[in-house]
Structure formats: C-alpha cells, structure tokens
C-alpha cells in the first residue's frame, strides 16, 4: 500500500498512516487503503487487537486536504464523507478492540478517526479538534456524531461551535482519551494495552465491545436484554469453561479462542 503500513505480530495488527511529509493527511485513497487493511484484519482470526497511529512525531492526522477540497460540489462533498465514514465504521464493526495511539495533531477527519477507535491514548504533545467552522463547513466523517457520545453533548458543541483545539490534559478530563504519556512511551503504553487485551477470551472481547456499542443505539431495557444474550453467549464457548476452571485451579488459563 502506498498511504498505510500494516503489520501483525504477536496476534496484534499495527496500522500505520504513512504520509508524514502532509502530517499524515486524509485523501480518497489512504480511507480506500484504510479500508482494505481492516477488511484484511476482519478476517483474520489470529489479531486480537490493533492499534493506529501515525508515521513521524507530529501528527496522527491532521485531517483532510483543503485544497482538493476546496472545488468541491454538494455531491463531491458528500461522496468524500461517504467514503470517509466507511473505514471509521468498519472499525466500530471489527470483532477486536483498536486503539488509537495519538502521537501529535488529530485534527478534523484525524479526531474523527480516533474517535470511532475502542481506546485512545495520547502522547503528552497531542492536540485535538473539530475545526471545521472555521472553513464553513462542519465535520462529515461521524465527528458530530461520536464526539457528543464520548464527550457528551454540551463539551462536543464547545469544541464544534468554535472550533479550538484542545491539548492532550483536557482531552483526558473531559474523557476523549483514557491515557496521556510523554512521547517515547507512547508505542510501548499502547502495546502493553494491546497485548494484555490480545490475552483474553476473544469471543467474550467481541461479545463485550458489540454489548456496549449497542448502548449508544439501544433503549436501555433492549440494551440489557442483548447483553443478557452475549452474556449467555459466553458460556457456549471453551473459552469460558478453561477460564473458570483455570480460576478455580488457581492457575493460569489456556485461552484458545473457541
């Protein structure tokens, strides 16, 4: 691929954006490459986790291409924010948990594609934003949308309605990231996550991130009946009866993914 590095080692799959020259800018083709890669990652039952981030120590993303941009009619704009909004719900979709590790600017389609990841972590230099207003427009690629449902409403109409970016302390108050480290730890805070999530049951991880996705769709009585469902799920597999077994031998389970 020519905008993305892929990797997988370890039952973790490393996604890299690689366009550090443009601070790791969104165009049609890196989403195209995007998508692949996850449709590739989907498939394959040996990842148990992935983690994005972005070539170079300045950027995550800082979004989209103004200037090709620019031109563009309502259709282009909404053919753009079309293809945009597949890669980032495909990761929504994915059985295994991401994470993002945001290592500068993630900036307009870069906040909105840490948003739709699982797990946000952030390097001390970190900056995040919505600025879209300031060229008249507002986000297209699920911004408005998975902002307000991590954030909450009235913080995602701050950040949206003016536009201003935020550095990585505020991002961990207001909930938009769960970790901050300096700079250098960030890759190894990132895998030490992945890996202790890569060790666990990956049927009951899939059944518990489908579980609390559903709760930004559902009612909350549907809610808890569909976890009552994965819930049960759980005890249909090997997975569960080695886990409890092992607990109960005080010893370590064999986790199998069946």
């Known amino acids: 691929m020519k905008y993305i590095r892929c990797e997988v080692k370890d039952n973790i799959a490393r996604i890299v954006l690689n366009r550090p020259e443009v601070l790791n800018a969104l165009c049609p083709e890196l989403y195209d490459e995007l998508s692949t890669a996850l449709t590739d990652v989907e498939s394959d039952r040996a990842i148990r986790a992935v983690i994005i981030t972005g070539a170079g120590e300045k950027a995550f993303a800082a ?35 991401v994470i993002a590790a945001v290592n500068g600017l993630a900036l307009g389609g870069g906040c909105e594609l840490a948003l739709a990841c699982d797990l946000r972590i952030a390097s001390t230099a970190a900056k995040f934003g919505q600025p879209e ?26 950040l949206i309605f003016t536009g201003r970016l935020i550095g990585a302390p505020e991002a961990l108050n207001l909930g938009l990231v769960s970790r901050v480290v300096p700079g250098q730890e960030l890759m190894p805070c990132a895998e030490e996550l992945a890996l202790a999530i890569a060790r666990k049951a990956p049927i009951a991880m899939r059944l518990a991130k489908a579980a609390i996705n559903k709760s930004a769709d559902l009612p909350t009585p549907a809610g808890l009946d569909y976890e009552i469902e994965c819930f049960a799920e759980c005890f249909a597999t090997q997975d569960q009866k080695e886990a409890m077994d092992a607990f109960l031998a005080k010893r370590p389970p064999r986790i199998e993914g069946r």
């Open 133 to 158: 207003i300031n060229l008249a427009i507002i986000p297209g690629g699920g911004g408005t949308q998975r902002l307000a449902r991590v954030i909450g409403i009235a913080c995602a109409k701050d």
């Open 63 to 97: 979004g989209a291409d103004i200037a090709a941009m620019q031109p563009y009619t309502a259709n282009q704009a909404r053919m753009f924010a079309t293809k945009a909004q597949r890669p980032l719900n495909l990761i929504s979709q994915l059985p295994q948990p």
